[in-house]
Structures are given as structure tokens and as C-alpha cells.
């Protein structure tokens, strides 16, 4: 056994991958305040060829060395943008069809692997603080909240852990 090559892995090129067809998925970044956090969901969302990265409150923005240490080029690759206004972003991301989803532990929370996306409509994920999770004012413009199973005894996963378990599972099922 051997360690394919760039060559044989396939991977397109950056130019390449911006005109790509994407995932109808974006990621919401909620006050996440570890900018190593926040390039590995910039270097997960690349993996999974997500629309694109909208970034509010305090979480900070390329290029920031923290976040490029973790991206690794891919907040080269991913569209992304600066909201100053999370609930009007998710308020105008509403109207035009998107549907809005907290990954959060709520009382109605569905479980991911129970949840069946809808093709013809695009999704918003939201993911929140490290300790204090999605806002609440933010939860509740939310069409669904959507729950990672766990079976140890931590009840949470690390933000950047969870965005990758949530994007390779809806790459798997709406590929």
C-alpha cells in the first residue's frame, strides 16, 4: 500500500473549484471565537464543496494566520462573506427560499441521520459559540435544529468536528 499522489487524489484546481456546481449548503458562523476553529470549517466546506461561509459577531475573518494555519488555502477556495447583522442576514436568506437550521440540542431538535434534505431548496446552517452555542434569538428564526448523536458522556462536540459530521452527511445524501 502506498499514499496516492496530488496527481492520483484527482483534486481540481482552485480556479476550477469556484465556477464548480456546490452543495446548496451555507454555513453560519455564530460568535465562533477560535479562529482555528474557524478555518477548519473553511477547510471542511472546501472537502465538501459548500456555497459558501458567512461569518457574524465576533468571529473573525480571513486572513488571520490562525485561520490560514487550519484553511490551509481554502478561504482562497470558499466564497464567504462579513455579516454585521445575523438576524437580518437570516431574515433575508428566509425570504429568498432557504430553509434555516441551527446544529443545536433543542426540545425539538431532529436527529442528522433522520433528517432528509430537500434538494430544491438550499439550507442554512448555523453554528454557534463554543460554549454557549447557537443565540437564542438566532434559534428562533430557525426552521428546524438538527442534533448529532452522541453516546459517551461529553454532550457536546467541538464546532469544527460538528460542521464536518454535518456536511459529509448531507454530501452523502443529496450526492
Request: proline share 5%; aromatic share 6%; net charge negative.
Amino acid at each position: 500500500m502506498k499514499k496516492l499522489s496530488m496527481e492520483e487524489l484527482g483534486r481540481m484546481r482552485p480556479e476550477d473549484f469556484k465556477s464548480s456546481p456546490k452543495l446548496p449548503v451555507i454555513v453560519v458562523l455564530d460568535n465562533v471565537r477560535s479562529l482555528l476553529n474557524v478555518g477548519s470549517i473553511f477547510r471542511s466546506g472546501d472537502a465538501f464543496g459548500i456555497e459558501k461561509i458567512i461569518l457574524s459577531g465576533y468571529t473573525g475573518t480571513p486572513p488571520h494566520p490562525e485561520i490560514r494555519k487550519t484553511a490551509l488555502g481554502a478561504t482562497d477556495t470558499v466564497a464567504w462573506e462579513k455579516s454585521s447583522d445575523l438576524l437580518l442576514t437570516l431574515r433575508e436568506l428566509k425570504a429568498k427560499g432557504w430553509t434555516i437550521a441551527a446544529i443545536e440540542q433543542t426540545t425539538e431538535s431532529l436527529s442528522l441521520p433522520h433528517y432528509e434534505p430537500n434538494l430544491q431548496v438550499g439550507l442554512v446552517l448555523i453554528l454557534g459559540n463554543e460554549v454557549e452555542g447557537v443565540q437564542d434569538e438566532a434559534l428562533n428564526l430557525c426552521d428546524l435544529a438538527l442534533e448529532i448523536p452522541q453516546f459517551g458522556t461529553k454532550h457536546s462536540l467541538n464546532v469544527s468536528v460538528a460542521a464536518g459530521i454535518v456536511l459529509y452527511a448531507l454530501k452523502t445524501k443529496l450526492s
